[in-house]
């Protein structure tokens, strides 16, 4: 049977076995999927242990797509621009990585969500891995403007700059949570690690233009400090970062078994459980 794996520290709270799980029933594919814990300074030897007793590919989430990165020989252009790896395969040519994070989200957001990312204006913030990882994607999808907003200031210019030559047509813009009083977006997204410790971050009041949709990619939490202050500020929609979840997890499934498993039920089932409903 093809083995394939979630690698992280921690990792027992991990959904990926329970989705991939159910997109094998689905597609009538025949594999174990199984959460491996990985210690702290022994990412490498887990992947090498995993691949050496038949694992055909593993997920990888904190704290090691960065080391996932530096293990794969053959990368994703999305995962080059990512700088970070979350999807691994493994075939007779080694070690592939692929970073399926910005897909998911663009893929909720248009498909899911039914919210077309083209010709809209996007709000997207923080500047660390997060933002990083789906920059690329959200460019693919042809915005009118993607403005990038973080405490740190110089980290969101130096991101912008680093994907400026790959915008097309879209302006990007950087700047810090002040500088965007007056401007209004259709989608903003939260990247930020303030959902994590319960806080949303400092946004002027006024972002959300009519019909606008708030998007946390922290997802299991209820109304994450960011969502209950978008709904204040007038955001029209809200969405956490469930969809996201799923969506990456079909585009593991897909690189590895070349068949795209349907995503709602899949996302129904996980929501019922995780809202206990």
């Not at 897909?254 to 995780?274: G, Y």
Request: aromatic share 6%.
């Amino acid at each position: 049977m093809d083995r394939y794996a979630v690698i992280g520290n921690p990792v027992a709270h991990s959904k990926s076995p329970t989705i991939h799980a159910a997109f094998a029933a689905q597609t009538g594919q025949t594999l174990a999927y199984e959460a491996l814990l990985a210690p702290l300074d022994g990412f490498a030897a887990t992947v090498a242990a995993f691949r050496a007793a038949g694992g055909r590919g593993c997920n990888v989430t904190v704290p090691f797509k960065l080391e996932a990165f530096a293990l794969a020989e053959r990368r994703s252009p999305r995962a080059q621009a990512a700088g970070a790896v979350n999807t691994l395969k493994f075939d007779a040519d080694g070690i592939y990585g692929d970073n399926t994070d910005g897909a998911g989200l663009v893929r909720d957001l248009t498909h899911n969500l039914d919210c077309p990312l083209a010709g809209r204006r996007i709000l997207l913030l923080g500047a660390g891995g997060a933002a990083r990882g789906v920059m690329l994607p959200l460019l693919a999808a042809a915005p009118a403007r993607l403005t990038l907003a973080n405490r740190t200031v110089a980290r969101a210019e130096a991101l912008v700059a680093e994907f400026a030559a790959g915008a097309g047509n879209t302006p990007l813009a950087a700047g810090g949570f002040t500088d965007l009083a007056g401007a209004q977006f259709d989608v903003v997204i939260n990247a930020t690690a303030a959902s994590l410790a319960d806080e949303a971050p400092p946004l002027p009041p006024g972002l959300y233009a009519p019909g606008a949709l708030a998007y946390d990619m922290m997802y299991g939490r209820g109304d994450t400090a960011f969502l209950a202050a978008a709904r204040r500020d007038g955001a029209a929609r809200l969405a956490d970062g469930l969809g996201m979840l799923v969506e990456q997890a079909a585009e593991s499934f897909l690189l590895w078994r070349d068949v795209r498993p349907e995503t709602a039920p899949v996302l129904t089932e996980l929501r019922r459980q995780i809202e206990g409903r």
